[in-house]
Structures are given as C-alpha cells and as structure tokens.
C-alpha cells in the first residue's frame, strides 16, 4: 500500500507527477490514507473533496480535474489571475465605492482578496458551504479580520436573514457538477435582490454550457425586471452578468468614463475596456428562456 504521511497542518501532500503535473497535490485527509487510492480516484473523477495543485509558482483549486476553480499567483497572492475575476470587478463602474460586499461562494478568495486590498471602506461577507474550501483558505492566503469575514452557511438560508444591507453581492458559487443548487430556484435571486440597497449591484459569475446557465440568468431577469447585463470572458465559458436594483440602470455609458480612468489608475485593471464591452453588451437581446 502507498501511503502520505501528514504535514505539520494536517494536509496530505502527493507529488503532482502522478497527475503528469510538476510540484504538490494537496488534499484534506487522514494521515496513513492510500495514495494510490487518492491517484486513482482524483483522475476518474471520484474524488469528492477539493484539491490543490501546487508547482511552486502557481496554485490551483480544483473540484475535479476537468474544472479550474482559482488560480493564485504564490509571488503575488493578491493579483486577479483568471478573466472572469477581472471582468466580476467591473461592478465598480457602477458602485465605485461600495461599504458592504457579500460574495457567495469564497473559492481560492482571488475577489475577497482583491476587494480588502483595494477597497478599504468596504465590508466583506464570503458565505461557503462547504467546511474542505474554507479550511483551504489559509493556503491562498484569505486572511479574516474586522473587515474580512468568512461564514459557512448556505446562502439560501443566509441571504434572507436581512434586507437592504448590501451595495454589491458577487455569485460565484460552484460545485464539482457546476452552478450550485442553491441557485437553482426563483427564490434565492428574489431574496438576493431584497438584500441589496436600493442602488444595489448582483454580478453573477455564469460559466459552462449556455443550457446549464440559461435557466438561471432568467430567473436573475425576473427578479431584477430585466435590468440585467450580460458579458461574455473572451477565450473563456464564463459569462458575467451584472443586476441592477436601481430602476435608471443602465445608466448613460458617457457618463462612465471619466470614472473609468480613475478605476484603471486606482486598481490597475484596463476599465475602459469593461466599460467598451458592457456598453456593446447593452445593446444584445439576451439569450432566450
């Protein structure tokens, strides 16, 4: 039997060139576990839990191999790494200076990170449900404090317990099969959008086949009466759809780009480019029900 020994942490660390990868994997499991076991059911696709991919430059979270979740950068922990987190932090083009963010799904923390970093005024909620993702957290370098917070609940149940308490909640919650089910149902945009203040901001992270996410992104229409913007991540499956409490929504995009030049000096993300792609964007007929 191959067996791991456990790190000073608790995690199990396999060399990656089982997966014909250079570096680590590593996983959340008991000390004496199979590594052949573990091998042979991360590549079928068995393996339940998440896992890190490490080469010492760059880590990864992965639920399974066919699906990238995060990427961290280890020199620059703090950098936007994948698309569609840059494309998500368009919303500040809208609500330039936001005091309470909610983040549904916390992932590999790239956009809680970002928004501490870069947004000092602000309050950060992640809301996990799985307990394997939040203990992962240390190892992207997610850092709670008074204005960081990490909660595991599921946000169908979390979201209702207050209404019009957030300036922008960031959806980017996923499973091993794909959009979670807790966004499955007419219920959660609704009380997503009771939650927000009425000059509120949902931006939903929308990734895979188009038939996989169409259902939700009508049911986001609905909830917001179709003051809803959706942009496509070039070179990518991820669609970024942007919600609007505000009934003047969209507002006049001329009016956006002086806004968008200070964004860009600020945070050193190309905003007049979000701001070119959201205002082709408005003008599309949305994909049908």
Not at 83 to 88: C, G, I, L, Q, V
């Amino acid at each position: 039997m191959n067996q791991t020994a456990a790190t000073p942490s608790g995690w199990l660390e396999l060399p990656a060139g089982i997966l014909s990868e250079e570096g680590t994997i590593r996983v959340i499991e008991p000390a004496g576990s199979d590594a052949g076991q573990l091998r042979d059911d991360i590549i079928a696709g068995r393996y339940a839990k998440p896992f890190i991919l490490d080469d010492g430059r760059v880590r990864r979270l992965y639920f399974t191999l066919r699906y990238l979740q995060s990427e961290m950068r280890v020199k620059d922990p703090q950098r936007l790494e994948l698309a569609y987190t840059r494309k998500m932090m368009a919303f500040l083009l809208f609500h330039p200076n936001p005091k309470r963010i909610l983040l549904v799904g916390l992932g590999g923390g790239s956009l809680a990170k970002f928004c501490h970093r870069h947004l000092p005024r602000a309050r950060i909620t992640a809301i996990e449900i799985d307990p394997t993702i939040i203990a992962m957290s240390e190892q992207f370098s997610v850092t709670p404090d008074e204005r960081l917070a990490i909660v595991q609940a599921d946000a169908a149940e979390f979201l209702p317990t207050a209404q019009a308490d957030t300036d922008v909640l960031l959806l980017d919650a996923f499973d091993r099969n794909g959009i979670a089910p807790t966004l499955s149902n007419p219920a959660f945009f609704e009380a997503a959008r009771r939650r927000l203040r009425p000059n509120g901001l949902l931006v939903a992270n929308l990734a895979g086949a188009e038939d996989n996410w169409r259902p939700h992104l009508a049911m986001l229409r609905d909830a917001f009466e179709e003051r809803v913007v959706l942009v496509r991540v070039s070179g990518d499956d991820n669609h970024i759809a942007f919600a609007s409490a505000d009934p003047a929504f969209p507002p006049h995009w001329s009016l956006l780009e002086k806004t968008a030049l200070g964004l860009q000096r600020r945070h050193g993300l190309d905003y007049p480019e979000f701001l070119r792609k959201l205002k082709r964007a408005a003008t599309k007929r949305l994909p049908r029900r």
